[in-house]
């Protein structure tokens, strides 16, 4: 079994992370072949486990009691956003996800659903027999809790023109930076690290989940479709409405309206006019800056973590994932 | 507040469901003002609460620790029951349920899946706030997971025009009883009852749940659009083919087939043809005398349990719920 390559200078975390991929591929194993085989080749298709990997290295400024519920713990994080990935394609009719089929392009929106559901129920399956501490059960119940609640919240917003800074950030920070944040804080959390080390851990995840998503947004406007593993220009079309376009939009909010107003009828050419103008008014520079601030800010509250070899693979890691050139 | 009438001859009962229902309310409170307002909408559309009902009975065969930690128990089954019924109205295009609109038909399905995750993380939340024991815990992630597997399993079933009858119950046992029987378990588990109470509790709501799913199946085939609270004949059309129809199969397999082959482009009078041959080869009576089996061991096992008042009333709900000809 391999993980990602990322993790490939980093032969403790690697072997770790192969650990809680085994417990993940046998958390699916149900009757149903089609489903358990499917995630499993998903959970082989390249995920880099980021969560669990942020889980796993915070649990190591505090105590390790047991690694096989260490795993558990570890895999369901990534369970959980596996299930979150799973109905969001759904939602985007969305036909492929890390080069493969999705689950609904494979067998119909219907299993999807019932898919979705079930590795929600795998997560918390995981979770029960990872932990004796109720407070553990409790705030992940709220963490899935602000998730969803995130993602309804990102329903009202699709195709509004209006969108703010703001209104973007708090949307990405529920879609995304709520699990990098929680997944820190439960590794340090989970070990009994200091109180201090933990609300780091906090400020640490969330700064690098809000980074990343707008990386990801940024890489939407930027790629071809060939060297993406998703298709490009999706969230336009979709109605999600990125920092990138944002920041151009508010240069220029007219330019944008006949545009953004036909909706998934935008033909090619008009999304090449689209991205020349976001080019023009600098949308991509502009959303990078600022996902530059958030990564500084992970790195500098890094770098106060208590020193420990873990520390410098937190700080090497993430200037590898947040790097703009990567 | 009010409760399904079902439950105006048991004052007590009554009034803890009405507590129950309040904390199902409060559970649902978020930012966004439309699913909070469905949501409460449904639960007021009359639904029986018969699971927080069971489980709040099978309560006092025990200790009674805390009501408010009882009732968000009791709440947290409803709420688990409701995210599969939004869920499942996705997979059936289902335009009604409780005589409103299904979430889907008021949202769109996008919303609609999220709703039904949004509330699959209240009813873990309600749980983690309601119970110390992680045993508890643990078997409802287990129970859950049940649930699903069943969901999938099923999906595979449908539009099988060979499915037996043990399959059909194997479906069942996963979609309904499942549920059942873990409320009622729950219930005993919860207040610390005497552990053969417990296992004749799994039992009678095991046998409570085969025979309300097969009454309810049944209904599909017997009722016109007008008394019913969802449209009829849609089981068939969407492919679950149920015990009056598998039974009546059996007699003549190839009378059937030319309709089922048609799927969902059967007409109203090739409809009212197949509903003939049911009646043709009593698929209906047939069903009714298995559904009432189930409910004689529910019987049964209910009238060994120890000799409290609420023995009386689940004997006497049970009956009224499960009456063919209520």
């Known amino acids: 079994m391999t993980v990602h ?20 591929e046998k958390s699916v194993k149900i009757r149903n072949k089609e489903i358990t085989e499917t995630l499993q080749l998903f959970f082989d298709a390249g995920g880099k486990l980021l969560r669990p990997a942020y889980f796993l290295l915070f649990s190591k400024f505090g105590t390790i009691e047991s690694d096989k519920k260490r795993y558990r713990m570890a895999a369901s994080l990534e369970i959980l956003h596996v299930a979150t990935l799973v109905h969001d394609d759904i939602i985007d009719d969305s036909p492929v996800r890390r080069s493969m089929p999705s689950v609904q392009a494979l067998y119909g929106q219907d299993i999807a659903v019932y898919t979705g559901d079930f590795l929600f129920t795998v997560y918390f399956h995981l979770l029960a027999n990872a932990t004796n501490d109720l407070k553990t059960i409790s705030l992940n119940a709220q963490s899935m809790k602000r998730i969803l609640v995130g993602e309804l ?16 950030f708090q949307h990405i920070k529920g879609k995304t930076a709520q699990l990098f944040e ?12 200091p109180k201090t080390v933990q609300l780091q851990a906090k400020r640490i995840g969330y700064n690098i989940g809000m980074a990343f998503q707008i990386m990801d947004d940024i890489l939407d406007y930027k790629s071809t479709q060939e060297d993406m593993q998703k298709p490009v220009f999706e969230d336009m079309k979709n109605g999600y409405y990125t920092l990138p376009l944002i920041l151009a939009m508010n240069e220029n909010r007219e330019a944008f309206l006949p545009y953004l107003e036909k909706k998934t009828e935008l033909s090619n050419q008009e999304m090449k006019e689209v991205q020349q103008l976001i080019e023009k008014y600098k ?40 790097d703009r050139n990567n």
Not at 154 to 167: G, H
Not at 292 to 313: G, M, V, W, Y
Request: aromatic share 10%.
């Open 182 to 193: 929680f997944s820190c804080y439960e590794g340090a959390h989970y070990s009994h690290a």
């Open 153 to 168: 919240d990102q329903m009202n917003l699709r195709y509004n023109t209006n969108i703010t800074v703001k209104q973007y």
């Open 283 to 322: 949308g991509i520079e502009k959303a990078e800056m600022i996902a530059e601030r958030f990564t500084n800010k992970a790195l500098t509250s890094i770098k106060k973590l208590p020193d420990i070899a873990e520390k410098d693979i937190l700080y090497h890691v993430t200037e590898v994932l947040l």
């Open 5 to 24: 390559p990322l993790w490939e200078m980093y032969p403790t975390i690697q072997k770790e992370l192969i650990e809680t991929k085994r417990v993940m």
